[in-house]
């Protein structure tokens, strides 16, 4: 068997493996930062000497206007399937850095975990499967699949320049599937597949009055305020009951099966979980459905920021002359962000009054995606995950927009596995983020066993067609006729 020399390899080298994951984390690669360029510079240099110790060929750092792309493949199994493995090894400010029990960039094991910024989001979870890589290149020099490897360092930052590189390098990237871990599972012993993410879409709507701040007491009652002109538009873009207001807007969403949420409540965080990690007492939104449908099957609009107006100490009688507002929508699986847009710019034109004047700018956008259950590729990862942590996976649904995996379907036309390795108390994002060390151990068993497994598919092929059909099969059982 081809994962028994590998498997004892990961067992046996667990310290090592350890060791390394701490030196990845010590790098404060936090790329929203300028004073951290460095960093992440000096970051990429450590993964990409890494990636060319255990025996990837053709590594290479590659440049971008930002932050570089750590790339390395191995293509020594002709007529095998390619796997293309993508991770990010930025990691976001630790601030708020008095609430840290130990130092967030000296990583450190206390119980089964291992503290950092970036233990688990995403350099703890993408590490698995580099270790994966070496088990198997150490062992039989050779892997069970062809290998590409992409690890951005612009995440965090809405990986602003994975499009000109994944575009830009289409044929050189052309593969069957896409392989990553930067999501959540269940609990310790309940593996999950990310098989749905929503799109996203951000902008920002300026609103203009008189050409300076007026005098409220002179001018008040007399001039339209564009803070207020802005509040009232904004106040309008929902409903009595949650749905978003602009027309249109649901044309696309169509209703999923009874069957679909009936699965989603067996296997999906209940309203009850969803307020306890929000710490809010009550929920919010569109009538009839759960939190965690709100979340995943339904879209969202968000007012992410308002600006304008006097914000410091005590009083300041003025109209501003301008205000600012950052809204973000989540899109569901059938919305095109592009139509969301065009819908939302002239919904905007209609309401805005005529005695100010408006601008919308787009700032962001991501396709949703969404991964046919039946792909032989998740098949699997169900079969892997089952050997790494003796369990069936469940399949979940994320709120939110990872965007490699919306690129990695528009530009290649691939689809992604996407197994995340994050428990629900791992705190990624927050002081104290952990990795738990059991499940990195799972998770490199977890890999070795899907690299396997789709070495053993020697008929997948990236068919976009064989993909659109399939996906239509599940969605004519998924939909309600
Ligand atoms: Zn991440």
């Given at each position: ?27 404060p ?8 360029a460095?960093?992440i ?79 688990c ?18 062992t ?82 007399a ?26 807007f ?15 409540r ?8 969803i307020?306890?990690d ?88 991501a ?28 399949f ?6 990872i ?59 990236a ?19």
């Open positions: 068997m081809i994962t028994s020399r590998a498997l004892e390899y990961a067992q046996s080298h667990r310290p090592s493996f350890l060791a390394q994951l701490k030196d990845l984390v010590r790098f690669s936090v790329s929203s930062q300028p004073k951290h460095q960093d510079k000096r970051c990429a240099a450590w993964l990409a000497n890494h990636l060319r110790k255990i025996g990837l060929d053709s590594v290479r750092i590659v440049p971008t206007p930002r932050h570089p792309v750590v790339y390395g493949e191995w293509k020594r199994a002709p007529g095998r399937p390619t796997v293309l493995i993508y991770g990010h090894y930025d990691v976001l400010p630790a601030d708020p850095l008095r609430e840290w029990h130990s130092p967030p960039f000296e990583p450190t094991v206390r119980g089964e975990d291992l503290y950092g910024r970036g233990a989001d995403d350099k703890g979870q993408f590490f698995t499967h580099v270790k994966a890589l070496e088990a198997y290149l150490q039989e020099r050779a892997l069970p699949v062809n290998v590409k490897c992409v690890f951005e360092g612009e995440e965090e930052i809405d990986s602003p320049n994975l499009v000109p590189f994944v575009a830009g390098n289409n044929r050189a990237l052309r593969a069957n599937v896409a392989f990553m871990s930067d999501s959540q599972m269940l609990a310790p012993d309940r593996p999950a597949i990310t098989h749905a993410q929503r799109g996203a879409l951000r902008l920002e709507v300026e609103v203009r009055g008189p050409k300076q701040d007026l005098h409220s007491g002179s001018f008040g009652g001039i339209h305020n564009p803070l207020q002109a802005l509040c009232e538009m904004i106040a309008s873009l929902h409903d009595k009951v949650g749905r978003v207001a602009i027309p249109g649901y044309d696309r969403v169509r209703p999923w099966a009874a069957a679909e949420s009936a699965s989603m067996r296997t999906g965080p209940s309203d009850a979980q307020l306890h929000a710490r809010a007492e009550k929920g919010w939104g569109e009538r009839g459905y759960s939190l965690y449908e709100r979340t995943t099957l339904r879209p969202a609009l968000t007012v992410n920021g308002i600006l304008g107006g006097y914000q410091g100490l005590g009083v300041k009688a003025v109209i501003p002359a301008r205000a600012l507002a950052k809204i973000s929508f989540r899109l569901a699986p059938d919305q095109d962000p592009k139509d969301i847009d065009r819908l939302f710019r002239r919904h905007i034109a209609r309401i805005m009054p005529g005695s100010v004047q408006s601008a919308v700018r787009t700032l962001s956008s396709k949703p995606a969404l991964m046919n259950r039946n792909h032989p590729s998740m098949r699997a990862a169900v079969l892997a995950c089952w050997k790494g942590f003796d369990a069936v996976p469940a979940l649904r994320t709120g939110g927009s965007p490699a995996v919306s690129i990695f379907q528009e530009y290649l036309g691939i689809p992604t596995v996407h197994i995340g390795l994050a428990l629900p108390d791992d705190r990624i994002h927050s002081p104290n983020e952990k990795f738990h060390l059991p499940t990195f151990y799972k998770g490199i068993t977890t890999s070795i066993w899907f690299l396997a497994a789709i070495g053993a598919l020697r008929r997948l092929r068919s976009p067609r064989e993909e659109v059909e399939a996906k239509a099969a599940e969605w004519s059982l998924a939909y309600d006729h």
